[in-house]
T-cell receptor, first 119, second 112 residues
Framework: GAVVSQHPSWVICKSGTSVKIECRSLDFQATTMFWYRQFPKQSLMLMATSNEGSKATYEQGVEKDKFLINHASLTLSTLTVTSAHPEDSSFYIC???????????????FGPGTRLTVT | QKEVEQNSGPLSVPEGAIASLNCTYSDRGSQSFFWYRQYSGKSPELIMFIYSNGDKEDGRFTAQLNKASQYVSLLIRDSQPSDSATYLCAVNIMGGSYIPTFGRGTSLIVHP
């Protein structure tokens, strides 16, 4: 149980285009989903917290107009990187929190990640 | 500022030995603690979580929590080369938005 999928697993796009990444919880309902970015050999960086039915909360320094997050249902959140540039090339990982557990105790389950390369 | 500290390593142990990974946290309100394993180029995978003081065992893994001293550790018995990865410690606090705080991870190398 507690499986999270991400699509696509990798994507190459040209500078200036937009890319959408989907994150789905397959066998549980996720009130909260998180979006992270990880550069090579660096730690996870939380970008935003996405709650179903409400606006995402972005971490300091993350441009909300560039990284659009939509949490449309209890099983789906999307991250759209708008007008992507080479410096946006990174490993984007989503995670989901199980709605069935107390939020203070609930563990996260990570998706497999999406490797974005902007040329 | 909520902080979770881990030694970046690498921690190198021989196959069959016990690997001990440590994590300290600054917020005394922390309630739940998690260990994730991340292989190079992959996303983190949940290994264990612990909420209460003491030890929690799951197979070759044991998580130890000491809230008074504000540390949580992960012991891996009979270490295997396949255990070589980065181990991330994460801490949730009560109240607020329950956003977990991650440490930077400890790199573990198990050599044959």
């Amino acid at each position: 149980g507690a499986v999270v999928s991400q699509h696509p697993s990798w994507v190459i796009c040209k500078s200036g285009t937009s890319v959408k990444i989907e994150c789905r919880s397959l066998d549980f309902q996720a009130t909260t989903m998180f979006w992270y970015r990880q550069f090579p050999k660096q730690s996870l960086m939380l970008m935003a917290t996405s709650n179903e039915g409400s606006k995402a909360t972005y971490e300091q320094g993350v441009e909300k107009d560039k990284f659009l997050i939509n949490h449309a249902s209890l099983t789906l959140s999307t991250l759209t990187v708008t007008s992507a540039h080479p410096e946006d090339s990174s490993f984007y990982i989503c995670s989901a929190r199980d709605r069935g557990r107390s939020p203070g105790l609930g563990e996260q389950y990570f998706g497999p990640g999406t490797r974005l390369t902007v040329t | 500022q909520k902080e979770v500290e881990q030694n970046s390593g690498p921690l190198s142990v021989p196959e069959g030995a016990i690997a001990s990974l440590n994590c300290t946290y600054s917020d005394r309100g922390s309630q739940s603690f998690f260990w994730y394993r991340q292989y190079s180029g992959k996303s983190p995978e949940l290994i264990m979580f612990i909420y209460s003081n003491g030890d929690k065992e799951d197979g070759r893994f044991t998580a130890q929590l000491n809230k008074a001293s504000q540390y949580v550790s992960l012991l891996i018995r009979d270490s295997q080369p396949s255990d070589s990865a980065t181990y991330l410690c994460a801490v949730n606090i009560m109240g607020g938005s329950y956003i977990p705080t991650f440490g930077r991870g400890t790199s573990l190398i198990v050599h044959p």
